[in-house]
């Protein structure tokens, strides 16, 4: 109902080119999410993650994990789901049917907004092909009559009205993208928010189970946001594959904060 209604009106313009390109990007980003390594600690890998950050005894602590039979290294949890350990655990991910961990969160991220800039463009073409029809239409020069037989200059809430009776699909269809435009964009930010404070959703939501230690807890692992980014943004990479760890000198820091 959309796309006839905005070739209709603007039928020079290509209104099919954006939602392809973030359809596209949508995909491949949800694809990387699901096949990438989000980080799984193995017995062969635990020297490689064990140096990269300190435990802070309130949410990690140094124990043997049951299933794995390894002492788990900072920042790891188990997932029960997948049934291995996952450095820097965000989320078991229902979507994508993976762990978001220290391996593909920043592509997580990128997924986000991909289906955030997705959802958009599609909020965008239904409110402009409601309006292109409200102006040729000249909608808002008309009048009604009320259920009192009185004339009125035409409204907000008569004209969606109006709206909503001669093109419900369009107007309902808009409705719940504007609303998953406003899901999707708090999501993304509070995750924003995780990255320039240095935690996951996990380590947020423990926290609310240790209020008496909530203080000592807190921003253990913030280093200030620029560092937060940056090791947020390296730290997403395989052991393996990073020749020099920036979170050595990250250590010393945390270190001389506690001195």
Known sequence: ????????YAWMENHVLVGLMCLFANVAMYLAVCFKDPGVVTSNRIASYSFLHEYDNVIYKPVVCSECAFVRPPRTKHCYRCDHCVHRFD???????SCIGSGNHVTFLGYLLSLLAMTFNASYLCVRSLRLHVHATQLWDARYVDETGKNHPMCLGALIQHLLLTHPRIVCFCSTLLLLDLLLLGYLLFHFFLVLTNQTTYERYCRSEHSSEKLSSRGFYNLGARRNIVAFWVGCNPPSKVTRSPFKPATRILNDKRT
């Open 1 to 8: 109902d959309v796309l006839p209604l905005l070739y209709t």
């Open 91 to 97: 989320h078991h991910c229902v979507w994508t049917n």
